[in-house]
């Protein structure tokens, strides 16, 4: 269990909350975090790329010219993957770069992530709650009022995000902003800092706290 400091939209220490989520072992949590995230970005991957071999180039019935005589290498076809426009010998056909890992794993891998994390961990109370309308500066100055200099990865996590505060973090290009109940294990490793609402930090315990 962790301890975490909540502070209010002014970065004016508010409280604190307790995530209690069970982890890995020490000695299997970086080949479980590892291969989850080898499995994220694999699924990511489209698989589409596909090359013609010599048996689906369009022409090539008819032998380029004669076998003898022109003192020119024999060819049988210009389908032929030795001549430009010809076939593509073992290249890549569309496939599925999917791996398989089960659910138990998954899960205890995004509960490791996080809690290597909770250092990183910024809660807020009430984010962006304020929030009329969409306006980048006022998300810009209070992560600069919760500590986190500009240009930094941020990822914010958060229940029900408001319409005016989606649209405010999608001008910043160094934060990323997902919802509580969609963790993934790559973009918790990725980010520098994790600043989470009050309301995603009961929404994580509620959802992975399960075992």
Not at 47 to 63: C, D, F, I, N
Not at 93 to 111: I, Q
Not at 162 to 172: G, P, Y
Request: aromatic share 4%; glycine share 10%.
């Amino acid at each position: 269990m962790a301890d975490c400091v909540i502070r209010d939209w002014q970065g004016k220490e508010a409280g604190k909350a307790a995530l209690d989520l069970k982890v890995a072992k020490e000695t299997s949590a970086n080949d479980l975090v590892h291969r989850a995230v080898v499995r994220q970005l694999a699924h990511a991957r489209q698989g589409t790329a596909s090359t013609l071999t010599r048996a689906e180039v369009a022409g090539g019935g008819r032998k380029p010219y004669k076998q003898k005589g022109t003192g020119r290498a024999r060819q049988g076809s210009i389908r032929t993957p030795l001549r430009p426009g010809g076939g593509v010998v073992f290249g890549p056909k569309p496939r599925s770069y999917s791996l398989a890992m089960n659910r138990k794993e998954r899960r205890l891998a995004l509960r490791t992530a996080l809690m290597s994390r909770i250092d990183d961990i910024i809660v807020v109370k009430g984010f962006g709650a304020d929030l009329q309308s969409p306006k980048t500066k006022e998300i810009t100055a209070a992560l600069s009022r919760f500590g986190i200099e500009d240009g930094v990865k941020v990822l914010v996590i958060l229940d029900n995000a408001s319409e005016a505060v989606r649209l405010s973090v999608r001008n910043l290009q160094a934060v990323k902003l997902i919802a509580a109940d969609q963790l993934n294990v790559f973009d918790l490793l990725n980010a520098r800092k994790l600043v989470l609402s009050e309301e995603a930090l009961a929404k994580i315990q509620e959802v992975y706290g399960d075992g």
